[in-house]
């Protein structure tokens, strides 16, 4: 290891430790009793307490919340993703009058925060009787989530080199076959980095699902885990149970598509 890097990697093992070190923490937790993590919080568990997890696993409720929040996370990722490509292609490919004043319009997105539209949102979704329904959750979402994914695929579908899209046309393609069949295809990267970016920021959406869902069957993961402990308040050796159990979904997913997040992020700017 070079001196020069030492401390890079130094940074980088501390905040990887400030993140890891909760995680096991709540893990072997969740293997406890209430009464040892009073007596011994930071050891192992002594003994191994499996109940926790199973009566979690056991539970019905957990799993119609894991449903929840799978639906609401794919639906909402495949309608950005459709959008905003669709958009980002015209923005990028297309010259119009006003192309760019109303690229800012999608970029000023970026700078409204979700908490100060959160009662219009109630209002408009009430008009519309999306409340206590996955659409309310879902197209909401998915409005929010299309600045950031058109600035993402504008960048990559202007990276395209202009002469594959001239050779498509010679061959008698259209502009929407040019999109479909060719630059879609050549956009899998930055398609995978969008879709990851929406999948997690769905998953961990908490504050529209609370507004929008009074019905406990509609509920997601994130409500699921402060209605648990809320219930088990008492016992917080079941709640890191949940909590974890909570977690290895998106942990998992996150583990598989990081390669895509990364390849995505990086190949626009390899592009000539």
Not at 16 to 31: D, E, H, K, T
Not at 218 to 232: H, K, R, S
Request: with cysteine.
């Amino acid at each position: 290891m070079r001196r020069t890097t030492l401390p890079l990697h130094a940074i980088a093992w501390i905040v990887g430790a400030f993140i890891l070190v909760p995680i096991v923490y709540a893990l072997l937790g969740g293997f406890k009793s209430t009464d040892q993590l009073s007596t011994n919080p930071f050891g192992l568990p002594d003994p191994w307490v499996t109940e926790n997890y199973t009566q979690v696993l056991g539970s019905g409720s957990f799993w119609r919340q894991l449903w929840n929040s799978t639906f609401i996370a794919v639906a909402t990722t495949a309608i950005v993703v459709l959008l905003s490509a669709m958009a980002a292609y015209v923005f990028a490919r297309f010259a119009f009058r006003g192309r760019e004043l109303l690229f800012t319009v999608f970029t000023v997105g970026l700078m409204f925060p979700f908490a100060v539209a959160i009662l219009p949102i109630f209002v408009m979704l009430r008009t519309l009787g999306l409340l206590d329904n996955p659409l309310g959750v879902i197209l909401t979402q998915a409005a929010f989530g299309l600045p950031l994914t058109i600035i993402i695929l504008r960048g990559f579908f202007r990276s395209v080199p202009g002469e594959i899209e001239e050779a498509a046309t010679i061959d008698g393609c259209t502009p929407f076959g040019f999109f479909w069949r060719i630059l879609l295809p050549m956009a899998r990267p930055a398609l995978a980095t969008v879709s990851v970016l929406a999948v997690v920021g769905s998953w961990n959406t908490f504050m529209l699902p609370l507004v929008v869902f009074s019905d406990e069957t509609a509920w997601t993961l994130p409500l699921g885990v402060q209605q648990f402990q809320g219930q088990y308040t008492s016992d917080i050796a079941r709640v890191l149970a949940y909590l974890v159990l909570a977690m290895v979904p998106a942990l998992g997913f996150y583990a598989v598509a990081e390669r895509h997040l990364i390849g995505g992020l990086t190949a626009g700017a390899t592009k000539g």
